[in-house]
């Protein structure tokens, strides 16, 4: 499935996954939390948390989906959101590390076309840790160039 529409387009395509005569390899979403309207969900849902519920309900497919796959053979989920450090809150940063294990967020680094990239692994059993470990890297004339670790502080 290449195109969805809305998140209930994303929650049938993980409900039917156990239906699929080949699973994939990875599936990969763009700017998942586009896909949840606040209105919609909220009145989906009569509640005025129903974008927070829509996303869990998703989640909670996807990773079902996803064990299932891995049951059978590999499979890799990647979201992207690149509005959560903007509208965010700690409410969605729970509702995905409940749900995602391995969360990697990207920042300017301290140069022009620098960034530093963070990888935040979530405990399976304790949701509550996190190990952050941190890379600065560069773009040098169309290359990425790996410059170092970075210390970090747990958040």
């Given at each position: ?99 995602i ?5 990207i920042?300017?680094?301290d ?45």
């Open positions: 499935m290449k195109y969805v529409n809305d998140d209930e387009d994303i929650k049938k395509y993980f409900a039917a996954f156990h239906l699929y005569d080949t699973l994939p390899a990875a599936v990969l979403i763009d700017d998942f939390g586009d896909f949840f309207d606040d209105k919609i969900c909220q009145q989906r849902y009569c509640n005025p948390r129903g974008r927070d519920m829509a996303m869990v309900k998703t989640l909670a497919l996807c990773h079902n989906a996803i064990t299932f796959a891995n049951q059978k053979g590999s499979c890799k989920v990647v979201l992207s959101d690149t509005h959560t450090h903007q509208r965010d809150s700690p409410r969605f940063h729970f509702i995905y590390k409940k749900w294990q391995t969360t990697f967020t920042q300017e680094g140069v022009s076309g620098s960034f530093i990239l963070k990888d935040k692994s979530h405990s399976p059993t304790d949701h509550n840790t996190a190990v952050i470990k941190a890379a600065k890297y560069s773009i040098a004339l169309q290359y990425l160039v790996f410059e170092g670790v970075v210390e970090d502080e747990v958040q």
